[in-house]
């Protein structure tokens, strides 16, 4: 099982276009210790030669310029892609603008929660993917389903806590933030029946539900954007807190390092990292306690093997 980091990034990358925190102006200036990131997405293939694209973000395009393994294949026509499906996580911009950009009649299944399939359909833009090529898929959480049809490498989705994407916040949603109420799902990608992986990029809290799905998985993509859940705050960034968007933190007490601990976890590394985030900086203290704690952070490119 092959998979690479399409982007390693939360929503506005590194740098955002607007932000003018520390680690974007680095970026922006090409400093060495603090390299450019685009938004979330993971590709996972059985073969290396057909592809799922887990989340599509706004920077797609660019992402597949630079996969040489997503390129249309010349033997296979004038018009093709090896990315046969797109399995949603959630209907976040970061995670579904990128289906925009899949237009072009080009066949195309599509996977996601009930939830994150209606949002797409109350968004008529989207109808730009003729449903005549794209099939859209509601699947069940905790129900196998066969992204590429050949058996190869079937896929879970399953609830963690969460919330509604920003655009659909109300009092009442606000209200149900932090649980598990469908909107934000995290895959189990099994091949061989044997090689297990898990990908959670947006997680609002390790509870022993999820210790208990994750046990034993031998490689976990998970919720990195912030190192302390009050860091936009203190970088002037923001008002909001790392649980007020519904992203557990990498450190502190109910940080994903200390939950994730003891959870019989093989490789586990860190993805859809916010640019306010310290850790994301070469050399730094919040860096080395990420590294020391055994975890890895993603960057754009990463290509891994199980
Ligand atoms: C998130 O991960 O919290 C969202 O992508 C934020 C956003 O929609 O900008
Ligand atoms: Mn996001
Ligand atoms: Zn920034």
């Known amino acids: 099982m092959h998979f690479i980091v399409l982007g390693s990034a939360a929503g506005g990358g590194l740098p955002q276009w607007n932000c003018n925190c520390r680690n974007c102006v680095d970026a922006r200036n090409d400093h060495p210790d603090v390299l450019k990131r685009t938004q979330s997405s993971l590709a996972v293939s059985a073969d ?60 195309l299944r599509l996977f996601a929660h009930a939830k994150t399939i209606e949002t797409l359909k109350q968004n008529p833009i989207f109808n730009v993917l003729d449903h005549e090529c794209v099939m859209r898929h509601a699947v069940r959480t905790d129900t196998w389903f066969d992204p590429l049809q050949t058996s190869d490498l079937r896929m879970r989705l399953f609830e963690v806590p969460g919330k509604v994407p920003l655009y659909q916040e109300t009092a009442e949603t606000l ?48 919720d990195g954007t912030l190192y302390e ?49 310290p850790a994301l900086r070469r050399g730094s203290a919040e860096q080395q306690a990420v590294l020391d704690a055994g975890w890895e952070i993603a960057y754009d490119g990463m290509a891994l093997s199980l």
């Not at 290396?48 to 393994?69: C, F, H, Y």
């Not at 018009?79 to 072009?104: C, F, K, M, W, Y």
């Not at 995290?186 to 061989?192: C, K």
């Open 48 to 107: 290396g030669m057909s592809w799922v694209v887990l989340n599509a973000s706004p920077d797609i395009g660019v992402q597949i310029s630079r996969t040489k393994s997503l390129w249309p294949n010349a033997e296979k026509g004038v018009r093709h892609s090896p990315i046969e499906a797109v399995v949603l996580t959630n209907s976040d911009v970061d995670h579904v603008a990128g289906l925009l950009t899949l237009r072009e009649r080009q066949p």
């Open 175 to 222: 209200a149900s933030s932090g649980t598990r109420t469908g909107d934000t799902v995290g895959v189990e990608i099994v091949a061989d029946s044997e090689k297990r992986a898990h990908y959670i990029p947006g997680c609002a809290a390790v509870d022993d539900l999820l210790l208990e799905q994750l046990a034993g998985s031998q490689l976990l993509f998970f």
């Open 229 to 277: 859940d009050g860091e936009m705050q203190e970088q002037d960034l923001s008002q909001k807190t790392g649980s007020r968007m519904g992203h557990i933190s990498m450190s502190g007490p109910d940080g994903a390092i200390d939950a994730l601990r003891s959870a019989g976890i093989g490789r586990r590394i860190f993805v859809h990292m916010n640019n306010s985030n």
